[in-house]
């Protein structure tokens, strides 16, 4: 049932390759924004940056169709903006204020979106992908030609739930894909140091389960391998397992020094393998933008994500009597 690793390189139109620029670069901006508003003291707790992965959830919501689900862990603001979610609301919850998604009381590990049908960051590590499974069983229920994404780390890799879901999610036949969004550190140890099989994805060989690595650098094989999985839990083949080979530039979160790799290894990271800068000089070679429409862009965005962030200073606190809401469903 495995399958290698992905060389797919799909020809790309100007648009596409501008609307992924776009959109990394949209998430990269905001993030950045979201780490200095928390060394202001606007956001508190935890606040995990998405810096550097943006191509992982960018090429995946462009393999993916309106009704399909997603669900995920704590690294949540990139998937919130990559399948359309505002950047105000999402910015608004970060600072725990009443414009925000969850009416400020979830912060950056609570959001959701019924619209969008996102259906959360979660906390605890894995909890999310028995979730996913569960999203996919009522799909399949229904009979509605949907799919979720399920996204974890390679930390959560090793949890028991994820193989339990698995062992459940191909006995069911579900149209969910795993997504294992590879940083390489779970939180701050090493996959080399905490994981006897590296290849992550050929776990799934036991369940029966297919899959494949990818290069989560590349916004393109991300979205090509993306449309693989998708194609097949649509013809109502099962699960598909994604491992996508990416790096987080940060550390786990703001609170974590990153001292447990070095300045050298970012910075080649960064200098050679950045995800945004591929694109940008896909789009400069191949004579599809010039530097002044590029610095446009960027300019836009930067306008989009100060918005935000003003929208979410002058947004108030949620009021006290907002503790009694959202504690039992309406029937």
Same mark, same amino acid.
């Given at each position: 049932?495995?399958?290698?690793?992905?060389?797919?390189?799909?020809?790309?139109?100007?648009?596409?390759?501008?609307?992924?620029?776009?959109?990394?670069?949209?998430?990269?901006?905001?993030?950045?924004?979201?780490?200095?508003?928390?060394?202001?003291?606007?956001?508190?707790?935890?606040?995990?940056?998405?810096?550097?992965?943006?191509?992982?959830?960018?090429?995946?919501?462009?393999?993916?169709?309106?009704?399909?689900?997603?669900?995920?862990?704590?690294?949540?603001?990139?998937?919130?903006?990559?399948?359309?979610?505002?950047?105000?609301?999402?910015?608004?919850?970060?600072?725990?204020? *009443?414009?925000?998604?969850? /009416?400020?009381? =979830?912060? &950056? #590990?609570?959001?959701?979106? %019924?619209?969008?049908?996102?259906?959360?960051?979660?906390?605890?590590?894995?909890?999310?992908?028995?979730?996913?499974?569960?999203?996919?069983?009522?799909?399949?229920?229904?009979?509605?030609?949907?799919?979720?994404?399920?996204?974890?780390?390679?930390?959560?890799?090793?949890?028991?739930?994820?193989?339990?879901?698995?062992?459940?999610?191909?006995?069911?036949?579900?149209?969910?894909?795993?997504?294992?969004?590879?940083?390489?550190?779970?939180?701050?140890?090493?996959?080399?140091?905490?994981?006897?099989?590296?290849?992550?994805?050929?776990?799934?060989?036991?369940?029966?389960?297919?899959?494949?690595?990818?290069?989560?650098?590349?916004?393109?094989?991300?979205?090509?391998?993306?449309?693989?999985?998708?194609?097949?839990?649509?013809?109502?083949?099962?699960?598909?397992?994604? *491992?996508?080979?990416?790096? /987080?530039?940060? =550390?786990? &979160? #703001?609170?974590?020094?990153? %001292?447990?790799?070095?300045?050298?290894?970012?910075?080649?990271?960064?200098?050679?393998?950045?995800?945004?800068?591929?694109?940008?000089?896909?789009?400069?070679?191949?004579?599809?933008?010039?530097?002044?429409?590029?610095?446009?862009?960027?300019?836009?965005?930067?306008?989009?994500?100060?918005?935000?962030?003003?929208?979410?200073?002058?947004?108030?606190?949620?009021?006290?009597?907002?503790?009694?809401?959202?504690?039992?469903?309406?029937?």
């Amino acid at each position: 049932m495995a399958t290698r690793k992905t060389v797919r390189k799909p020809n790309t139109s100007k648009e596409e390759l501008l609307g992924f620029y776009r959109e990394m670069l949209l998430i990269r901006r905001f993030e950045e924004k979201a780490g200095q508003l928390y060394g202001m003291g606007l956001i508190g707790g935890f606040c995990h940056l998405y810096i550097g992965q943006e191509a992982v959830v960018v090429g995946l919501e462009a393999a993916a169709e309106e009704g399909d689900k997603r669900v995920t862990s704590y690294r949540d603001h990139g998937h919130m903006l990559a399948c359309g979610m505002d950047p105000k609301g999402v910015m608004a919850e970060l600072t725990g204020r *009443e414009g925000g998604y969850s /009416r400020g009381k =979830g912060g &950056s #590990m609570h959001m959701f979106s %019924k619209e969008k049908h996102f259906y959360g960051g979660h906390g605890i590590v894995g909890a999310q992908v028995p979730i996913g499974a569960g999203l996919a069983f009522a799909d399949k229920y229904l009979g509605n030609d949907r799919v979720t994404f399920a996204y974890f780390g390679d930390g959560a890799a090793n949890q028991g739930q994820v193989y339990e879901t698995y062992n459940m999610a191909e006995l069911w036949d579900l149209p969910v894909i795993f997504v294992i969004e590879n940083n390489q550190y779970a939180m701050g140890t090493s996959v080399q140091r905490s994981t006897k099989s590296p290849s992550l994805w050929e776990r799934g060989a036991a369940y029966g389960i297919p899959g494949e690595e990818v290069d989560g650098m590349d916004v393109q094989a991300v979205k090509a391998a993306g449309e693989k999985a998708v194609a097949h839990c649509r013809a109502g083949k099962g699960p598909y397992i994604l *491992e996508v080979k990416t790096y /987080r530039y940060r =550390g786990h &979160s #703001m609170s974590d020094p990153a %001292k447990y790799r070095t300045r050298e290894e970012v910075q080649k990271m960064r200098e050679e393998r950045d995800a945004i800068e591929h694109v940008r000089e896909l789009l400069l070679t191949g004579k599809h933008a010039t530097e002044d429409e590029l610095k446009a862009i960027d300019k836009d965005i930067k306008a989009i994500v100060n918005d935000a962030a003003e929208f979410a200073k002058e947004s108030p606190e949620p009021a006290l009597d907002e503790l009694y809401t959202d504690i039992y469903a309406d029937a």
